[in-house]
C-alpha cells in the first residue's frame, strides 16, 4: 500500500465514522436554529414566525429576496419584471472555478436568475416599483445584470410616476466582470438622479450586509435612507479599514446605529415596522 493510498483508506474511514453524526445535525439543522448575536437555540418554526428575528434578543437575521417580499408587500399584488435577464461572461472569467459554473451553482441554490428581483407591488395599497437584492446569489454582488435590472426598476418608477424602493444586501462588485461591474455605479447612480430631476420618491433600505460598490452608488443615493435594524452598512471592510490607518475602530462601527448616530441615515427600523414605515413615508410624499 502507497503512502497515498493509506491516506484515502484513512478519509474513507473517517467519513464513515462521522456520517451518523452527520445525520443527526442535519435533522437538528432542520427544527433548530443558532442565534448569532445571543447564542440561543432557537425553534425554527418560531423565528419564522416572528419573520426571522430572534425571539430573544431581537437579533435580525438575514432573509433571502423572496422572503422580504413576501413580508412588505400587499398579498397578490407583486409582479415580477425583466426576471429573464441573466448574466453573461464577456471576459470569460475563471479562477478557481469558470464564472459560468459560479452564475449556474448559483441559480441551482437559490433558484434566481440573478442577485436581485425587480417588479412592481402594493405597499399597503400603494403601488412601487422595487429592486429587492439577494445575498445568497454569489453574495448580492453587482454585475451587470444586476445595475440593468435596477436601472431598469427605477426606469419604470419614472415611467408610471411611482415611488421606487430599493432593498440592498451585497458584498460589493462582482470581481467576475471586472470593469463591467464598476460601471454598474455609475449607470445606477444616473438613473437615481433621473428619479430626483423628475420629483420621484425613491427610498432605499440597507439591510445585512450593504457593503462595496453597491454602498457607494444607489444604495445610499435614496431621498429617503432607512437601514435595518442590526445591518452593517460600509464600503470597504472593517479588518481592511484597521489594516490601512493602522488604528483600532469603535466596537459598533458599520452599523446601523452607529451611521444613524453620525447623520449617515435617516431612520432604524426593525423588521416588523418596515412595511408601514414605508409606507407612512410614501403618504407623506402625497402618493395614495
Known sequence: MTVKDWFEQRKEMQIARRAPEAQIDDSIGKLWVKCYNCNSQLLKKD??????VCPKCNYHFRINARTRINQLFDEGTFEEQFGNIT?????????????????????????????????VGEIEGIPVSVAIMDFEFM????????????????????????????????GGARMQESILSLMQMAKTSCAAAKLEEAGILYITVLTEPT????????????????AEQDARIGFAGRRVIEQTIRQSLPADFQTANYLMKFGQIDMISSRADLKSNIAKIIRLHNYR
Open 211 to 226: 457593503f462595496g460598490g453597491v454602498t457607494a452608488s444607489f444604495a445610499t443615493l435614496g431621498d429617503i435612507i432607512i
Open 47 to 52: 423565528v419564522e414566525e416572528n419573520l426571522q
Open 87 to 119: 448574466a453573461a461572461d464577456p471576459l470569460n472569467f475563471t479562477d478557481t472555478e469558470s464564472y459560468k459554473k459560479r452564475v449556474a451553482q448559483a441559480k441551482a441554490k437559490t433558484n434566481l436568475n440573478e442577485a436581485v428581483i425587480a417588479g
Open 139 to 170: 453574495g448580492g454582488s453587482m454585475g451587470s445584470v444586476v445595475g440593468e435590472k435596477v436601472t431598469l426598476a427605477m426606469e419604470e418608477a419614472l415611467k408610471r410616476k411611482i415611488p421606487m424602493i430599493a432593498v440592498t444586501a451585497s
